[in-house]
C-alpha cells in the first residue's frame, strides 16, 4: 500500500512534496433537486493535515460520506494512493486505510474502550484473544500518540474529549492511514482541543493523513498544512495555509456576491417590542448553545443575527418562540415577559403577538402529510371555529387568500404540502405568518431553497412589515441576504453575541472574521460560569431532575 | 414509493390482500384434504346465511370496531396502542359495578350509564400508559402490552376474590336482572334469533361516524393529526404533545372498554374472567387493514366478523378443518393485510405508472 502507483509520481500534481493519499476527482452528487457536490476536485498529501472549511450545507460532509463510502457518487472517481477505488461501504473504506471520526459519536455507551474498540474488528468467535491483542495495541498507540485512555473504562463515565480519542483510536486500531475529522472541536473544551490537536500533530508526524472538516478557521491556521475552501457545493480554491490569512478564508468561505437591491427607507425606531434578557438556552443534548445574550428589537426595525449555521442561532429562535425552554433569562413580547410552563409555549408566544418562520419548514414549520390549506392555519388552528368544530370552509377561504396573495403555485388547496416545491412550501409558511398581523415576527432563513424570483417578493414583504411598525428578528446563514435587510446586525458566535455592526457601513472581511470567532479583538473565551461539557451521567441526571421554573415569571 | 391512484390505494390493494390469504388459506385446506370451495361457501354460509348466525357476525363485528377504532384513534396521534385487550378488560369492571349497583333498573337508565362508567374505567386505564408516554417517556408499545398482563392478573382477582358471590363455582360476578342487560335485537327483530347482537352495535356505527368527525372535522383531530405526523411540527403549532398524548390515550382506551358493555351488558349479563378473548388484539389488525379510517375499521372488522363466525361454523361442519386451522386462516388475513399489506404496492404501482400499450397506440 505505501508503495507508489508510477502513473500517479508522474502527474503535475506528484511533483509537489508528498505523493498523495486521497484524490477526488470530478465528484458529483445529487439529493434529489438538490445539487450537493458539484464537480469536486481534492488532492490530499500524504502525511499532512488538509483542512475543508465551508458553511453547513456547503457539502463538505456529503464529500467526506462520499470517501467513506456513506453515499455513493453519481459521478467522478475517488483514488486511494493513486490507485482508482469504487468504495462500497465504510468497511471498505476502512480497508483502504481510510477512518472517519464522525461529529457525534458511534460509540456503544454501556462498553468499555476496550469493547468499543474491537466491536466489528473481532478476529474471530471468541472475545478473549481479540481483546489481549488490542490491550496491547491500545498501550503502544497511547503511548506513540498521546492518545491515553483507560481500557477498560466505560464509554458513558467517560468526557467527550476521551470519548473522541476512543473513536480515533478505533479507527487507528482498524489500520487507518487517512483520518477524517468531522468538526472535531465543536463538542470540546478549549484544553481538549488542544489536546486533540497535539494528538493530530503527533499523528502526522508519524505518516498519517488527516482530513479536518471544520468553520472554524483559527483552527484551520493553527494545524493544517493545505486547506480547501468549498461553497454551495461547490469547491472554491485550495490554498496553503501558509499563504493564507483567515481574512482571505473568510471570504471564500462566505463568497461574495452581489447584493440583493431590497428597495428599503431608512427605519424608525419606535417602542421596545422584543426584549431578550440574559437568555441562555440549552440543546437536546443539555449543553450550552445560547450563552447569555441580550438584546431588544424596537417597532419598525429588522434586527439581524449573523452568523456560521450551528452556533447558537436555532436554539435562540425557537426558545424566543417558546418552543424551547431556557435556563435562565427572560423573554418579554410587548412588555410582558412570556411564560414557557409546559410544552405549549408557542401557543402562548403567539397570543402574545409573536410569529415564527422556523429555519427549517420541512421539520418544523409544515406537516408535509396535510393538504396546503391545512398547513395555512397550522399553528393558528383554534382560531377557526367557535366549538370542538374545526371550520374547515373558513379555513379554506384564509388558504385561498394566501396562496393568491403569495402566488402559491399550484394554487391547489387539497394537494399535499410535500408536493409542493421548496419555494412554495416556504411562502405557505411566510404568508401563514406574516398574515396575521403579528407584533414581533421571527423569521429563520427565510429564503433558504427559495428561488431568486420569489426571494425578491419575500424581502419585500420582510421591509412591508417592518415599515407597518412590526418588530422583526431575522436569522439567516446568507451573509448578502442579513446586510440588505437588517438596519443592525448582531453577530453570533459560539452561543454568544460577539459585535454589532450597521450594515451600511459594516466590512464584509470584518463580518466574516467576527462570525468565525477568529476576530482579534473579540475572540471568545468561554463564559465559565456555565457547566458546558457534563458528563452522561449527569446529563442523565439534569434530565430525570423535575425543570427548574421558579426563577421563570408567569403570567 | 411508487404512488398508487386513491381508489387502488383504498380499495384494490385491501381486497387484493385478502384475495392472496384466501387463496394461501385454500392451500392448506387443500393441503389437509378439503375442499376449499366448500370450505368457503360453508364460512359464508355461517356468517351470512341464516339469521342467527348473521347476527353473531354483526356481534363480532361490534367488539372489532371498537377495539380497532381504541387502536386506529391513537395511530392518528403517532401512538401505537396494543392495549385495547386490557383497556376492554378494565372496562368491564366499571359496567358490572353500574349494573349491579342499579341492578333490576330499566335498561333505559342503566345503558347510558354503563357506557359512561365503561368508557371512565377503560380511560383511566389507558390513561396511564398515556401518562408515562408524555411525562416519562416510557413507549407506549412497551407499557400498554404489559397493562394488559397487569389488567388480566388485576381483574383475576378481582373476580374470583371480591366479585364472585358465595356459592358459584366458575369465575364470574353476580348476574344482572334480564331488565338491566343491554336488549338484544332478536327482542325487536326475529330475524337474529338465537343471536347475541344488541344494541351497542348501533353504538359501534355512532362510534364510527363519530370518531370521523372527531379526527377530520374538529380542532383537536387536527391537533391529533399535526402530532401524529409530525410531532417537532405539532410543538411549533402551540399544541401541548404531552397533554394530547394523554387524552388521545384516555380516549382510546374509552373505545376499548365498549367491547365489555357489547359483552358484559349485552350478552352474558356478567362478568367472566377472560370475557375479551382476544378481541382487542383483532383491532390492531382491524385498524391496520382499516388503514385507521372508520370506514376502513368498519370494513374491515365486518371481515374479522365474517372469519370469526363463519370459522366457528366451519370447524363445526367440516371435521378435517379444526379450530387451529381456522385461526391459521385468520393469522393469514393479518400476515397479508397487515405485515405484508404493501407487498403488492410496488407492482401494481408499475402496472399503473406504466402507459396502457394499447391506449398509447391511438
Request: charged share 20%; proline share 4%; hydrophobic share 45%.
Given at each position: ?7 500517479n ?23 434529489g ?25 456547503a ?5 467526506m ?55 466489528g ?30 481500557p ?182 410587548n412588555?410582558r ?13 403567539r ?9 427549517d ?82 423569521v429563520?432563513?427565510?429564503?433558504r ?31 448578502d441576504e442579513i446586510?440588505s ?16 455592526a ?5 466590512d ?25 461539557h457534563?458528563t ?20 | ?5 386513491r ?52 356481534y363480532?363485528t ?29 372496562g ?20 347510558p350509564?354503563?357506557?359512561?362508567c365503561?368508557?371512565?374505567f ?7 400508559p398515556g ?6 417517556g ?18 383475576g ?9 358465595a ?40 362510534a364510527?361516524i ?7 372535522r ?12 409530525n ?39 356478567r ?44 370447524a ?41 400499450p ?5
Amino acid at each position: 500500500m505505501t508503495s507508489l502507483n508510477p502513473e500517479n509520481a508522474q502527474r503535475p500534481e506528484g511533483a509537489a512534496a508528498a505523493p498523495l493519499a486521497i484524490e477526488l476527482i470530478g465528484i458529483n452528487k445529487h439529493f434529489g433537486p438538490v445539487h450537493a457536490n458539484r464537480d469536486i476536485h481534492l488532492a490530499v498529501r500524504r502525511g499532512t493535515v488538509h483542512g475543508i472549511v465551508g458553511e453547513n450545507g456547503a457539502g463538505k460532509s456529503t464529500l467526506m460520506s462520499i470517501l467513506y463510502g456513506f453515499y455513493t457518487a453519481d459521478s467522478g472517481e475517488i483514488r486511494v494512493n493513486g490507485a482508482p477505488q469504487t468504495i462500497t461501504d465504510s468497511r471498505h473504506a476502512l480497508a483502504l486505510g481510510i477512518g472517519m471520526v464522525h461529529q457525534h459519536f458511534m460509540l456503544v455507551d454501556n462498553f468499555t474502550v476496550l469493547e468499543n474498540v474491537v466491536l466489528g474488528a473481532e478476529d474471530s468467535a471468541l472475545l478473549r484473544p481479540t481483546l489481549n491483542k488490542a490491550r496491547d495495541q491500545l498501550k503502544a498507540l497511547a503511548r506513540d500518540y498521546g492518545l491515553e485512555v483507560d481500557p477498560d473504562a466505560i464509554i458513558e463515565n467517560l468526557s467527550v474529549g476521551q470519548q473522541q480519542r476512543v473513536e480515533i483510536l478505533k479507527a487507528l486500531y482498524r489500520g487507518a492511514e487517512t483520518l477524517i475529522l468531522d468538526e472535531p472541536t465543536g463538542v470540546l473544551t478549549p484544553a481538549e482541543a488542544d489536546h486533540l490537536f497535539r494528538i493530530l500533530g503527533k499523528l502526522r508526524e508519524e505518516g498519517k493523513t488527516i482530513i479536518l472538516i471544520t468553520h472554524k478557521l483559527r483552527e484551520i491556521m493553527a494545524i493544517t498544512d493545505e486547506v480547501s475552501v468549498m461553497r454551495q457545493g461547490a469547491m472554491v480554491q485550495t490554498l496553503k495555509t501558509a499563504e493564507t490569512s483567515p481574512e482571505q478564508l473568510a471570504e471564500l468561505m462566505v463568497g461574495r456576491r452581489v447584493l440583493l437591491r431590497v428597495e428599503k427607507g431608512p427605519a424608525n425606531p419606535g417602542d421596545v417590542l422584543l426584549d431578550v434578557e440574559n437568555l441562555i438556552v440549552t440543546d437536546d443534548f443539555k449543553v450550552p448553545r445560547v450563552k447569555n445574550i441580550s438584546f431588544q428589537v424596537r417597532a419598525g426595525e429588522i434586527v439581524g443575527i449573523a452568523g456560521v449555521a450551528g452556533n447558537g442561532q436555532s436554539e435562540l429562535l425557537e426558545s424566543i418562540a417558546g418552543m424551547r425552554d431556557q435556563l435562565g433569562g427572560t423573554i418579554r413580547v410587548n412588555g410582558r415577559p412570556l411564560s414557557l410552563a409546559g410544552d405549549d409555549g408557542a401557543a402562548r408566544a403567539r397570543l402574545a403577538g409573536l410569529a415564527h418562520v422556523p429555519e427549517d419548514r420541512l421539520r418544523m414549520g409544515l406537516v408535509t402529510n396535510f393538504a396546503a390549506w391545512e398547513n395555512a392555519i397550522l399553528g393558528y388552528q383554534d382560531k377557526y371555529g367557535d366549538g370542538p368544530g374545526l371550520d374547515i370552509a373558513k379555513a379554506r377561504d384564509i388558504a385561498g387568500e394566501y396562496m393568491k396573495k403569495f402566488d402559491v403555485r399550484p394554487a391547489n388547496l387539497d394537494l399535499k404540502t410535500s408536493n409542493f416545491s421548496g419555494g412554495n412550501q416556504q411562502k405557505i409558511v411566510l404568508a401563514r405568518e406574516m398574515e396575521r398581523d403579528p407584533d414581533v415576527l421571527i423569521v429563520g432563513q427565510p429564503t433558504r431553497g427559495v428561488d431568486i424570483g420569489a426571494i425578491e417578493f419575500i424581502h419585500n414583504q420582510i421591509i412591508k412589515m417592518r415599515d407597518a411598525g412590526k418588530a422583526i428578528l431575522l436569522v439567516s446563514v446568507e451573509l448578502d441576504e442579513i446586510r440588505s435587510l437588517a438596519d443592525r446586525i448582531l453577530v453570533m458566535f459560539d452561543g454568544h453575541i460577539v459585535g454589532e455592526a450597521d450594515p451600511a457601513s459594516a466590512d464584509e472581511t470584518e463580518l466574516g472574521l467576527l462570525m468565525t470567532g477568529s476576530h482579534p479583538d473579540r475572540a471568545v473565551t468561554e463564559p465559565g460560569t456555565l457547566p458546558a461539557h457534563e458528563t452522561p451521567a449527569q446529563q442523565t441526571m439534569v434530565q430525570m431532575s423535575p425543570k427548574d421554573n421558579s426563577g421563570r415569571e408567569t403570567n | 414509493m411508487t404512488a398508487l391512484p386513491r381508489w387502488a390505494d383504498v380499495i384494490l390493494l385491501p381486497v387484493l390482500n385478502v384475495v392472496l390469504a384466501f387463496l394461501v388459506g385454500g392451500l392448506i385446506v387443500l393441503a389437509v384434504g378439503q375442499n376449499p370451495i366448500e370450505a368457503v361457501g360453508i364460512m359464508l354460509y355461517g356468517a351470512f346465511g341464516y339469521g342467527s348466525g348473521f347476527g353473531y357476525t354483526l356481534y363480532y363485528t361490534t367488539d372489532f370496531i371498537f377495539a380497532g377504532l381504541a387502536v386506529s384513534l391513537a395511530y392518528h396521534a403517532g401512538l401505537f396502542n396494543i392495549g385495547p385487550e386490557g383497556q376492554a378488560y378494565v372496562g368491564g369492571l366499571g359496567v358490572i359495578l353500574i349494573g349491579l349497583a342499579l341492578n333490576g333498573t330499566h335498561w333505559a337508565i342503566v345503558f347510558p350509564l354503563m357506557i359512561v362508567c365503561g368508557a371512565l374505567f377503560g380511560a383511566a386505564w389507558a390513561f396511564i400508559p398515556g401518562y408515562l408516554q408524555a411525562k416519562r417517556g416510557s413507549h407506549v408499545v412497551i407499557t400498554t402490552i404489559l397493562f394488559n398482563f397487569i389488567a388480566a392478573s388485576m381483574m383475576g382477582y378481582i373476580i374470583s376474590r371480591i366479585l364472585k358471590p358465595a356459592g358459584v363455582n366458575s369465575d364470574e360476578s353476580a348476574p344482572l336482572e334480564a331488565i338491566t342487560r343491554v336488549p338484544q335485537l332478536r327482542s325487536f327483530i326475529e330475524l337474529f334469533r338465537n343471536s347475541p347482537v344488541n344494541l351497542t352495535f348501533f353504538l359501534a356505527i355512532a362510534a364510527l361516524i363519530f370518531v370521523y368527525w372527531l379526527i377530520w372535522r374538529t380542532k383537536f383531530g387536527y391537533a391529533v393529526r399535526a402530532l401524529g405526523n409530525n410531532p417537532v411540527a405539532a410543538n411549533y403549532a402551540g399544541i401541548s404533545n404531552q397533554k394530547m398524548i394523554m387524552i388521545v390515550m384516555a380516549l382510546a382506551g374509552a373505545f376499548a372498554a365498549m367491547v365489555a358493555v357489547n359483552n358484559v351488558g349485552g350478552v352474558q349479563g356478567r362478568l367472566i374472567l377472560n370475557f375479551v378473548n382476544g378481541a382487542g388484539f383483532v383491532g390492531i389488525a382491524v385498524a391496520f387493514m382499516g388503514r385507521g379510517h372508520p370506514v376502513g375499521v368498519g370494513l374491515s372488522a365486518l371481515l374479522f366478523g365474517i372469519l370469526y363466525q363463519g370459522g366457528q361454523e366451519l370447524a363445526f361442519q367440516m371435521p378435517g378443518i379444526t379450530r387451529e386451522m381456522i385461526v391459521t386462516i385468520q393469522a393469514l388475513v393479518i400476515l397479508f393485510t397487515g405485515a405484508m399489506g404493501d407487498m403488492l404496492r410496488g407492482p401494481l404501482g408499475r402496472i399503473f405508472t406504466q402507459p396502457d400499450p394499447v391506449a398509447g397506440g391511438k
